[in-house]
Every structure is written in structure tokens, then in C-alpha cells.
């Protein structure tokens, strides 16, 4: 077995040797290409920029000297005039200070000067460079047993000052045909590209001293997998020790496995005894959250009752009076009875409204939040306004939620009722609860925000903790905060907070899907 994973160790690390000795073969490749490309580009980028001197400064000042008459109009001078020249003589002097073996020229199908004069392989770039096949051309040459690397860029076409020396020999100056004579380097076009310059680099240094370090790479790589291949050796032996005194541990874990297997039995059969009285308790606790809320919803009742009946008390009051005293006519009897028959449709609708909010959500639905908010103002306008607070809503987005309506209605009933709770025990000046519905980064978001001074206990978040109350305990349970955060995250996919703000208390309500 050990020696079978041996094998296949070694010939995983054999393979990843040979790719990754390519890859850096290619990469040293690569970089003796690059050096040299940089070094020819350079030197030629210089010599156009000589050339467009000579032929965009240099020339111009001469003509306009011979022009002027200052200078013989069949002046010519090479050192002055030439390009072609001046760069050669340049590159000459380079070469020789720096020992760069560089070769330079200019190479044209019809030059003046046969130095320049273009080879066949030479007339073959040329010809691309005119039809517009090539925009430059690099290649590796092999001569006399030295690499080059090779690149010629094209020069610009003829423009109309070239044709002073290269259109007729009866145009160009005395001293060009003298020096040249009148037979190469005429015949030129305007819009015709002349020439191309070339530079042949020496690589074969370059590349030496690249493969020296393509080998030293190779030998280190090859020392770095060995000790790789040795380590594995080590590790695998290791390895075999160790599933050997696994065995033996696992051999000891079954048997203390068999002794645990009771205990285990007992502790899962101890935690579902737990968790049956935990949600017990919370039956309870739901329960007397309901009790607690058909307590407030009969003093809100009250409230909403008291005024209708003392209106229906009045109206038999004033018809009893009318009848003693022989004043009561049909007319105003049938009025009054229809103002009768008005105050116990409202107190109707009033016991229609708390029994539909107390009517359990069979199944969850969608429903814009104007209203739930619609609701809470129905069941606590009486209350509200008996205790002479005020409640304003915004609704800056009518978005639409899902879930339980009722259930929703009676969080935000209680968190409005315990506003009105503290109100009451603080005596607050003008009080104030103000329902807020907005989408905030995407999510349908509620808050209910009090002036009645805020919340003073630390850390605020345990009044959400079950039993836990500010209130006095004749009016207070603890659980209402309780079941409205387990309503809002169990029931309708969001989240309460709550933190006091610049006049009092804000519970905001977050819910998890987006708009």
C-alpha cells in the first residue's frame, strides 16, 4: 500500500516538474524577447525623433537661408540635409562608445546612397509596410553564429518638401548631384513611403545569461520537489502510526459509546420535558396576553361607549319631559328615535370592530399598511381622546405586508396603549404618539414614536424580557413587549427595536421581506 501511493506521489510530482520546467522556459523566452524589443524600440523611437528634427527644423532653416539668399541655393551637405546620414553617423558613434553591436540602416528600393540599398527580404517588408499589411515588424535572425533580434519601423510618406531632392534631377541642388549623381533616388511620389529603418540587436548574451537562469531555476525547483517528495515519505509514515493509534482509540471510544448511550437516552428524554414545559409556559403567557389585551379592549369599550350612551340618556330623558308636559309630537318623536336608532348603530359597529379584531388569522394574507393603521385608530380613538392624547399618522409609503393583520393590530395596539399608560402616570403636557410607516433601505419599516420622556432602564432592550415591567404591578404583566416581539418574529418575518429619542420613546418595527 505504501509503496503503491509511493509511485503515484512521485509521478504527480514527475509531471508537475516537467509543466511548470516549461512554463519557466517560456517565460525566460519571453523575457529575452521583451529586453530586446525595449532596447530596439528605444534606439529607433530615438532615431524618428532625430529624422522628424532634421526634416521638420533642421531643413526648413536651410531653405529659407538659401531663400534668402544668405546661403547658395545649390548648396547640398549630407552632414546638414541627409537623414538617412546624420542617424548613421550617429548610431556609428554609439556603437562605438558603447560597444552595443547594433546594426543600423535604412533600407529603400530606390536610395540615393547604395549603402541603403534593400535586400530581397528587406523589398518583401518594405512591400507590406506600403500596402498597410504591417504597422511594424520583429523577428529573430541567426548570423554567423549570433541571434539578432530584428525590427524595422516604417519611415513617413513623402510630403511635398521631399520633392525638392527626390522628384527630378533638375530640381535638386548642384551640390546633391554632384555628390550622388543623377540617376538613384529620383522618380519619388508625393503620399509614397520612401524607406524603412531597421536595427538588428545581439541577443545570444542575453540569452545565455537567461538560460543560466532558467537552469539555476530548474535545479532549485528540482531540490524543492525532493524535499517535498521526502517530507511526504515522512508524513505518510507518521500518518500510518497515527490511524494505527486510531483504531485503538476508536476501539476505546465504542466501548465508552455503549456506557454513554443510557446517559444520552436520559438527557435528550430530560431536554423534551424541558421544552414541553417551556412551551407550556408560553401558552400561558399567550394566554394571559390575551386576557390582559380583552381587559384593555373592554376599557376601550367603555370608552367607546360612553358617549353614545349618554346621548341615548338624553334622548329619553328630553322625550319623557316632552310627554309630561303634552309637548311630544309625532315629528319630533320619529326624529328623536332615528338619533336613538344612530347612537346604537354606532355602539354596534363598535362590538363588530373589536370582534373582528379578536376573530384569530387562519391563514396568513397580504394588506396595505393604511390598514392596520386604520384599525389602531378605530379601537383607540376613544381611549385616546378621553385621555386627551393625540395620534397622528404618516404614511409615506402605503406598502403592502404579509402575515397576520390581527395580529399586527394588536402589537401596535399595546405599544400605543403602554404610551398612553405612562402618559397618564407622568402627567405629560400635550401628549403625542405619532405612527410612522416608510420603506427604509428596501424593507417595509413601522415606528411609534412618544413624547412621553422616554424609557429608564439599562440596557433598554429588557423590557422585550418576559415579566419584566415599569409599570405599577397592579396595572402592569410583563408580557405584553413579550408577545409583541414574538408576534412580530415568529408570525409576520420582522423585527422590534426600541431606543429613546429627543422626547421620549421609538419602537421600530422592521420586516424582512423587501418592496
Not at 69 to 78: A, R, V, Y
Not at 469 to 475: D, L, P, R, V
Not at 480 to 492: A, D, F, P, R, V
Request: charged share 25%; with cysteine.
Amino acid at each position: 500500500m505504501f509503496l503503491r501511493t509511493s509511485k503515484k506521489i512521485f509521478l504527480i510530482f514527475a509531471l508537475l516538474y516537467l509543466v511548470l520546467g516549461f512554463l519557466f522556459y517560456r517565460f525566460y523566452e519571453h523575457l529575452v524577447l521583451e529586453e530586446a524589443r525595449r532596447q530596439v524600440t528605444a534606439v529607433l523611437s530615438s532615431f524618428n525623433a532625430l529624422r522628424t528634427y532634421i526634416e521638420t527644423v533642421q531643413k526648413p532653416v536651410i531653405y529659407r537661408l538659401q531663400k534668402e539668399g544668405k546661403l547658395d541655393k545649390n548648396f547640398f551637405d549630407p552632414k546638414l540635409l541627409s537623414a538617412s546620414y546624420i542617424a548613421r553617423h550617429v548610431l556609428t558613434n554609439y556603437i562605438q562608445d558603447n560597444n552595443a553591436g547594433y546594426q543600423y540602416k535604412l533600407a529603400a528600393t530606390n536610395p540615393r546612397n547604395p549603402h541603403n540599398k534593400a535586400d530581397s527580404f528587406e523589398t518583401g517588408i518594405l512591400h507590406q509596410f506600403r500596402s498597410g499589411k504591417l504597422k511594424s515588424y520583429s523577428t529573430i535572425l541567426e548570423e554567423g553564429g549570433e541571434q539578432y533580434f530584428y525590427q524595422a519601423l516604417p519611415l513617413g510618406k513623402n510630403e511635398a518638401s521631399c520633392m525638392r531632392c527626390h522628384s527630378t534631377p533638375d530640381r535638386a541642388p548642384s551640390g546633391l548631384i554632384r555628390l550622388y549623381g543623377d540617376k538613384a533616388g529620383f522618380g519619388e511620389k508625393i503620399g509614397q513611403m520612401r524607406a524603412f529603418i531597421s536595427l538588428k540587436v545581439p541577443i545570444s548574451h542575453i540569452i545565455d545569461q537567461h538560460k543560466r537562469d532558467f537552469f539555476i531555476t530548474l535545479f532549485g525547483l528540482f531540490v524543492l520537489f525532493a524535499i517535498f517528495y521526502q517530507l511526504f515519505v515522512l508524513l505518510h509514515k507518521k500518518d500510518l502510526k497515527i490511524q494505527e493509534e486510531r483504531e485503538a482509540k476508536e476501539n476505546y471510544l465504542e466501548t465508552v459509546n455503549a456506557q454513554l448511550g443510557e446517559r444520552i437516552e436520559q438527557e435528550v428524554e430530560q431536554r423534551l420535558k424541558q421544552e414541553h414545559e417551556l412551551n407550556e409556559q408560553e401558552r400561558i403567557m399567550t394566554q394571559q396576553s390575551k386576557l390582559a389585551g380583552m381587559g384593555e379592549m373592554i376599557g376601550n369599550i367603555a370608552h367607546q361607549w360612553r358617549q353614545p350612551l349618554t346621548q341615548l340618556s338624553s334622548i329619553l330623558v328630553n322625550l319623557e319631559l316632552r310627554q309630561e308636559r303634552g309637548k311630544l309630537d309625532n315629528e319630533l318623536f320619529r326624529r328623536k328615535i332615528t338619533e336613538a336608532n344612530e347612537q346604537i348603530a354606532f355602539m354596534s359597529g363598535t362590538i363588530d370592530d373589536f370582534r373582528e379584531f379578536f376573530a384569530p388569522d387562519r391563514v396568513p394574507e397580504h394588506y396595505p399598511v393604511s390598514r392596520l393603521f386604520t384599525t389602531v385608530e378605530k379601537l383607540m380613538r376613544a381611549a385616546l381622546k378621553n385621555n386627551n392624547i393625540h395620534l397622528v399618522t404618516t404614511i409615506d409609503t402605503d406598502f403592502i405586508l404579509e402575515g397576520y393583520p390581527n395580529e399586527m393590530a394588536q402589537t401596535l395596539v399595546n405599544l400605543v396603549s403602554n404610551a398612553k399608560d405612562v402618559f397618564k402616570e407622568r402627567g405629560t403636557q400635550d401628549p403625542e404618539i405619532v405612527l410612522h410607516a416608510f420603506v427604509k433601505e428596501g424593507h417595509p419599516t413601522i415606528t411609534i414614536t412618544d413624547n412621553a420622556g422616554g424609557i429608564h432602564i439599562e440596557p433598554i432592550e429588557k423590557v422585550f424580557e418576559p415579566y419584566f415591567s415599569t409599570k405599577h404591578a397592579s396595572t402592569g404583566t410583563g408580557i405584553g413587549l413579550y408577545m409583541s416581539k414574538t408576534i412580530i418574529e415568529k408570525h409576520n418575518q420582522g423585527s422590534i427595536s426600541v431606543k429613546n429619542v429627543k422626547a421620549g420613546a421609538q419602537f421600530t418595527i422592521q420586516f424582512d421581506h423587501s418592496v
